[in-house]
T-cell receptor, first 116, second 113 residues
Framework: AQKITQTQPGMFVQEKEAVTLDCTYD???????LFWYKQPSSGEMIFLIY??????QNATEGRYSLNFQKARKSANLVISASQLGDSAMYFCANGPRLQGAQKLVFGQGTRLTINP | DVKVTQSSRYLVKRTGEKVFLECVQDMDHENMFWYRQDPGLGLRLIYF???????EKGDIPEGYSVSREKKERFSLILESASTNQTSMYLCASSLLAGTTEAFFGQGTRLTVV
């Protein structure tokens, strides 16, 4: 069975600093995807970034990058130059790249607070 | 833009009532999901569906059932609501291939009294 672990329930960071949110996963699938989502206090889930298990390069999307270490089963999210608007819950998720189904499993989340 | 719409933002129901949570997506996605979100537990998968009339149990299906009669609509049913089903419920949809993100609805905060 898939499992996602986010070990940081909460993090506090000064504005403009970089921040790393940890995510480890456990899956028996050979081919899978890793996702990060942001959930502001308004409640909607916003997709941030995706990494495929066979992608050789780490994914980047603007200020977001994914530090993917396959051997360690780690998929940490790095936010550069943090902003006040980055304060939110962040969820890591994993899903198999199978034909016919994509069962997404989420971690417990990390609440990030950016201080001015 | 992909839209996933949940029928209610807030819902209050009595113990023992049958509750329907409706979700509609407008992008012809094959996969649809129902999650519940509780503080400290993150999102837990209740059921998912990869085709019309097809469904699979997630991690916490007990006390819930689902219905997918049309591709765009995925309903979550609480046959007899209980207070421990008070939670935020999130619906999501995605394309069949495993390389694309899921799109979420705005959530339904259900309170069972």
């Amino acid at each position: 069975a898939q499992k996602i672990t986010q070990t940081q329930p909460g993090m506090f960071v000064q504005e403009k600093e970089a921040v790393t949110l940890d995510c480890t996963y456990d899956t028996s699938d050979q081919s899978y995807g890793l996702f990060w989502y942001k959930q502001p206090s308004s409640g909607e889930m916003i997709f941030l970034i995706y990494q495929g298990s066979y992608d050789e390069q780490n994914a980047t999307e603007g200020r977001y990058s994914l530090n993917f270490q396959k051997a360690r089963k780690s998929a940490n999210l790095v936010i550069s130059a943090s902003q006040l608007g980055d304060s939110a819950m962040y969820f890591c998720a994993n899903g198999p790249r199978l034909q016919g189904a994509q069962k997404l499993v989420f971690g417990q989340g990390t609440r990030l607070t950016i201080n001015p | 833009d992909v839209k996933v719409t949940q029928s209610s933002r807030y819902l209050v129901k009595r113990t023992g009532e049958k509750v329907f949570l409706e979700c509609v997506q407008d992008m012809d996605h094959e996969n649809m999901f129902w999650y519940r979100q509780d503080p400290g537990l993150g999102l837990r998968l209740i059921y998912f569906s990869y085709d019309v009339k097809m469904k699979e149990k997630g991690d916490i299906p007990e006390g819930y059932s689902v219905s997918r009669e049309k591709k765009e609509r995925f309903s979550l049913i609480l046959e007899s609501a209980s207070t421990n089903q008070t939670s935020m419920y999130l619906c999501a949809s995605s394309l069949l291939a495993g390389t694309t993100e899921a799109f979420f609805g705005q959530g339904t905060r259900l309170t069972v009294v």
